[in-house]
């Protein structure tokens, strides 16, 4: 009987489509896209996904930019309806003029040059710490604040009305290439009324709001189906002219991280219910099985703005010495690593033989990338002996020293790489261990009832804790560009281009000293190779220092590159209108999936079927 009612249904659906299939409704809201795009994230704040290259394939679905870079590096237009970079000699000002298009958040609320504002001075707030601070050094007033001379209130990012901004600089600045650093997706324009009254507004579906053509409508990954983006209804759209579909096609976004993925990758568009229709990332335990190495031939693979690193805390006191502030001992662990086998073992890619990654431009106003004329460079090979040899100069006994390496437990491809970094250097003589931090679930306390607690719906991030607050000896992170080119990558292993936060106690920091690097990093030369290229009015001649501090870089060690990040991407036959941007985010505001209807009512019949048993 209950197969009867369901075939009948069935009929219904069918005729339905007919009806329907001519038309758009507001019963047809658009397709329901099946995907892999990363492992789980638990933080959506922009300023939270540089140390992990897949976050940003996330946030870039969630959030607006001013401008965006195109797979070139170009900068095309998003939140940006039109500028204007004006030079007043007389009265020496140079500033750009930003007009805003008209769009709202997710809440409704309209997206507001003070949005803009609060998005700049955010990075130079005194407790804040990020590499994408040296983006900004051109405005007027940054460098003073940055040292302590003046307040965030001084940043010349002004206010003129609701939607136009002004930024006024220090000097006469290349404009095409600022508006290469206004493609960051460190500056997407945020709400101070949300971030600075919850600390956690980006871990939850409750508090988060979004600019972009999508919001995050469920974030649970230990149920089928749990992950779900959905359509930001106010993106750019008049709600009481515009179809719903005008800005962005697709309705939803889904991700599954309950069915093993070497299950689903097996059923990878083959229209079976639940399949599969894009791919953005591939977790370690699938990039062996027959049927991922069966479609590794018609998928895509690029380049990704980052490289996967490790940072040495030089600060970090290990046995009875700082360990990591010889830079004998930082080159010995790095001349150790097979980085061939690595990204071989990884394999989406590439052994890295320097620190600034394939894609990143030599400078902005170029097509050329930094590696394409970088001289310098590593071996990717290894050479043990010559590790040694080091160590033994240092006059350091390795087996006196015990040490572990920090790595994001949810990570498969970080903790792949852990292991064999660690296999690596325990082959020196050290005593190396892994330190797996993964989430927790974050509680409430009952004031009435101390010994009751309640779920507050989110969880804590204990690898990333630990990475901004500098706990750790060893950390395996990714370090993601934050702009297009060298500089962008460079600049903060400089002291005073590192965007690390400040002391501001005067009791303790009376100088109001600079952090400088979170590895505790110092080197002269390489400030003022950093320093001299930002100065420089011949953009021709800044690439020239930026090598010279790469080289600088590539001697000391105070990070070690591991490999180059790359992106593999591949989509259903019945799915286009795709597009990536330079950071491999895939831009799915067109996307359109064949048959959408066909394939959500063979969802919904099985649905069904099973419930009946």
């Not at 659906?13 to 507001?26: F, N």
Request: charged share 25%; aromatic share 12%.
């Amino acid at each position: 009987m209950m197969k009867r009612a369901i075939a009948l249904l069935l009929c219904l659906i069918t005729l339905l489509l007919c009806v329907t299939a001519c038309s758009k409704d507001e019963q047809d809201k658009g397709a329901y896209i099946r995907m892999f795009l990363t492992e789980p994230i638990y933080d959506f704040d922009p300023l939270q996904a540089f140390d992990n290259a897949d976050d940003l394939q996330i946030v870039s679905l969630l959030f607006a930019g001013l401008f965006y870079a195109d797979a070139n590096g170009e900068p095309q237009p998003d939140l940006v309806e039109e500028y204007e970079y004006v030079i007043d000699e007389e009265e020496e000002r140079y500033y750009l003029t930003l007009h805003l298009k008209t769009t709202n958040w997710s809440d409704g609320v309209q997206l507001s040059a003070t949005h803009v504002q609060y998005a700049f001075r955010r990075l130079f707030y005194a407790d804040v710490s990020h590499p994408a601070t040296a983006l900004l050094y051109d405005i007027k007033n940054a460098r003073a604040i940055v040292s302590g001379d003046a307040s965030v209130d001084h940043l010349q990012v002004t206010v003129v009305d609701s939607t136009e901004v002004e930024i006024e600089f220090e000097k006469d600045i290349d404009v095409d290439a600022f508006l290469k650093v206004l493609c960051s997706p460190a500056l997407f324009p945020m709400r101070d009324d949300i971030v600075e009254f919850n600390a956690d507004w980006a871990k939850k579906t409750t508090t988060m709001v979004c600019s972009g053509p999508f919001m995050v409508r469920r974030m649970d990954y230990d149920v089928k189906d749990g992950f779900i983006l959905e359509r930001n209804s106010y993106y750019y759209r008049d709600r009481q002219e515009d179809e719903i579909d005008k800005y962005v096609t697709p309705f939803r976004l889904i991700a599954d991280f309950t069915t093993p993925v070497e299950e689903q990758l097996a059923h990878f568009d083959t229209g079976a219910v639940g399949s599969l229709y894009y791919l953005g990332n591939i977790p370690m335990a699938a990039r062996t099985t027959d049927a991922f190495n069966t479609l590794l031939q018609k998928g895509e693979l690029t380049d990704a703005p980052a490289t996967h690193m490790y940072y040495l805390n030089q600060k970090a006191v290990i046995g009875d010495k700082a360990l990591f502030a010889d830079a004998k001992v930082r080159k010995a662990l790095s001349l150790v690593l097979d980085r061939d086998a690595i990204a071989k073992a990884i394999v989406f890619a590439k052994a890295a033989d320097g620190f600034v990654p394939p894609s990143i431009l030599n400078q902005a106003n170029d097509s050329e990338t930094f590696r394409e004329v970088a001289e310098q460079s590593i071996a990717t090979s290894p050479n043990k002996q010559a590790a040694l040899d080091l160590l033994q100069e240092a006059g350091i006994v390795a087996s006196d020293y015990s040490f572990a390496i920090t790595v994001a437990a949810y990570d498969s491809a970080h903790l792949a790489t852990a292991e064999l970094v660690k296999a690596a250097w325990i082959s020196l003589g050290f005593n190396v261990t892994l330190r797996e931090l993964g989430v927790e679930p974050v509680y409430i306390e009952n004031a009435e009832d101390p010994s009751k607690r309640e779920d507050a719906g989110y969880v804590k991030d204990l690898y990333k804790e630990a990475l901004d607050n500098g706990d750790f000896e060893v950390i395996a992170l990714d370090y993601v560009a934050t702009g297009v080119d060298a500089f962008s990558y460079l600049a903060p292993f400089a002291t005073a281009f590192s965007g690390n936060a400040m002391d501001m106690d005067s009791t303790t920091n009376p100088g109001y000293k600079l952090n400088g690097h979170i590895t505790g990093y110092k080197n002269r030369d390489y400030n003022a190779k950093i320093g001299a290229a930002f100065d420089q009015v011949d953009h021709e001649m800044r690439p020239v220092f930026l090598h010279a501090a790469e080289a600088i870089l590539l001697e000391d060690m105070p990070a070690i590159p591991v490999f180059y990040n790359q992106n593999f991407a591949l989509a259903s036959d019945e799915l286009s209108g795709i597009e990536a941007s330079f950071f491999c985010n895939a831009v799915f505001i067109e996307a359109s999936l064949d048959n959408y209807w066909e394939i959500a009512l063979a969802e919904f019949v099985e649905k069904k079927e099973n419930a009946a048993g």
